[in-house]
């Protein structure tokens, strides 16, 4: 079985930082293409960022361009979201996930496995 599991979420004041991690057990993890979706009451599954299996290609939905920065380490099966100047409007539940494919999708309902969530709060 694959495993993806988050961390690193919490309660953080609106200009701050906070950096996302999400590892990966049971599988080949250099093979998969990897994303991060966040989630807030009432909404749909968002599309936040993706990155390839070698971490050349990077795509990110337009509200955090320049502010979060996606990256992976294959060597220690972790992805991490890195995000600065953090908005009350990034509060959800984010979601980390496997596809097995190059280029990473941004419909979620195309990746194949998924983590149990973290949970960012920001106040202003």
């Known amino acids: 079985q694959v495993q993806l599991v988050e961390s690193g979420g919490g309660l953080v004041q609106a200009g701050g930082s906070l950096r996302l991690s999400c590892t990966a057990s049971?599988?080949?993890?250099?093979?998969?293409?990897m994303g991060w979706f966040r989630q807030a009451p009432g909404k749909e599954r968002e599309f936040v960022a993706a990155i390839s299996w070698k971490g050349t290609y990077t795509n990110y939905e337009d509200s955090v361009k320049g502010r979060f920065t996606i990256s992976r380490d294959n060597a220690k099966n972790t992805v991490y979201l890195q995000m600065n100047v953090l908005k009350p409007e990034d509060t959800a539940v984010y979601y980390c996930?496997?596809?097995?494919?190059?280029?990473?999708?941004?419909?979620?309902?195309?990746?194949?496995?998924w983590g149990q969530g973290t949970q960012v709060t920001v106040s202003s």
């Open positions: 996930a496997a596809d097995l494919g190059v280029v990473p999708p941004t419909n979620p309902s195309r990746y194949d496995y």
């Open positions: 049971g599988g080949t993890f250099s093979s998969y293409a």
